[in-house]
């Protein structure tokens, strides 16, 4: 167990979530833990006649009708095809990313606050950052100088802002004009319709150079079998498939298969399942936490599979090891506001793709942890 505070100020997101990973009221990573819906639970059923599937057709087939199945269902119909690379997940396609850009360039500027593996990725890889919060990022304020990328989170998590159609228009043209790449992080764009227009359209005719990490990971409950895609512009003069090939050769036909498969019963109605789902558990943690002085959401209109909730007076510090006492796992913002963690200290993050047993039980331990506080 970590010590409250001291270990909670200096631990990273991943390094909280792994604590949570046992308990029932694991709240801590964004990743999809909720039960199958009966149509998910049938192609669960169909497992030996996937996997016979799998090893029977050729890779590129596989992996042409998985990519094609899910950008489709998110709207992304002018994807270039021949420019997706599977990865195992989408870490995995961001520290390829990372490490194109630190051939390229030693400076990037990224919307603040985002999910901590973002920097820690990138720095990991000596590149500098500069954060562009996400007021004025979405307001149109000219992005920095002197970097030689701008990357977005959009939806952010976890903030679920998401860029519009002009905003992303705007800042490609900004790239265009400055020549520098523009990268998004897409990986929650699934929970939300207003991330569903086509950014490939507007990205390919703006003529920038650009990058996008799609991933199936976060929508459905395939025990973290899933994949990171890294799509990337033709002239973006990166060495991504180079990098690509010094780290792996594809990824699982398997689950490329059931990507497909989940995608077309996302498509027949169970995208809308999920979504009215995941509104459910928002509704659960507003009422039950709603009353609590001090509290308050901030994120009016976010419908991501995460929630923030401020805290008012309290810090996270104060009232973790009371959560942990109860096996409640939650994650502080704090390592979210990767340039200014003290901005994060009055606010926690609750995953909503859980059981709704478990996520009512989660917000009511909460609730009393914070009315004792
Ligand atoms: C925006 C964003 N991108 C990427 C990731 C990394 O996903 P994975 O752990 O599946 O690689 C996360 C993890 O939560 C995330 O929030």
């Known amino acids: 167990m970590i010590e409250p505070a001291v270990h909670l100020r200096s631990a990273n997101l991943t390094e909280l979530e792994y604590l949570a990973l046992n308990s029932e009221l694991n709240m801590a990573d964004g990743h999809a833990r909720q039960e199958l819906t009966d149509g998910q ?9 996937l996997f016979e599937k799998a090893a029977a057709q050729p890779v590129e087939d596989l992996e042409r009708e998985a990519h094609r199945a899910f950008l489709h269902l998110l709207g992304q119909h002018s994807y270039p095809a021949g420019r997706v690379l599977s990865c195992y997940a989408s870490s995995v396609a961001m520290e390829i990313l990372a490490r194109s850009l630190a051939t390229r360039t030693d400076a990037v500027a990224l919307v603040h606050p985002t999910f901590d593996n973002i920097p820690d990725i990138l720095r ?9 919060e996400e007021d004025p990022l979405h307001a149109g304020a000219p992005l920095p100088d002197g970097v030689g990328c701008v990357f977005v989170t959009t939806p952010n998590n976890p903030t679920g802002r998401v860029l519009t159609a002009e905003r992303l228009a705007a800042l490609a043209a900004e790239c265009r004009e400055k020549d520098v ?23 390919e005719s703006s003529g920038c150079r650009w990058t996008v990490i799609e991933d199936t990971g976060k929508l459905w409950p395939t025990l973290d079998l899933k994949v990171g895609l890294l799509v990337y512009s033709a002239n973006v003069g990166l060495p991504v498939a180079k ?21 077309e019963d996302a498509a027949s109605g169970g995208l ?20 609590v002085p001090g509290v308050a959401f901030p994120d009016a209109d976010s419908v991501v599979s995460v929630e923030r909730v401020d805290l008012g007076d ?60």
């Open 181 to 203: 790449v523009l990268a998004l992080d897409t990986s929650f764009r699934g929970f939300d319709p207003r991330a569903h227009y086509d950014h490939y359209a507007i990205l």
């Open 314 to 373: 309290r810090r996270c510090a104060d009232i973790w090891s009371a959560l942990q006492d109860r096996q409640v796992y939650v994650l502080p913002c704090t390592q979210f506001h990767w340039a200014d963690p003290g901005l994060g200290e009055r606010s926690l993050r609750v995953a909503l793709a859980r059981s709704h047993t478990s996520l009512q039980a989660a917000v009511r331990e909460l609730r009393s942890v914070l009315l004792a506080g």
């Open 243 to 263: 990098i690509y090939s010094d780290i792996l050769l594809g990824v699982s036909p398997f689950i490329l298969a059931l990507v497909e498969r989940f995608a």
């Open 124 to 132: 990991g890889v000596g590149l500098r950052l500069v954060p562009v």
């Open 41 to 49: 639970q049938r192609i669960v059923e169909e497992f030996p006649t």
């Open 272 to 291: 809308a399942d999920l979504h009215a789902f995941i509104a459910e558990g928002r509704r659960i943690v507003h009422e039950t936490l709603g009353d």
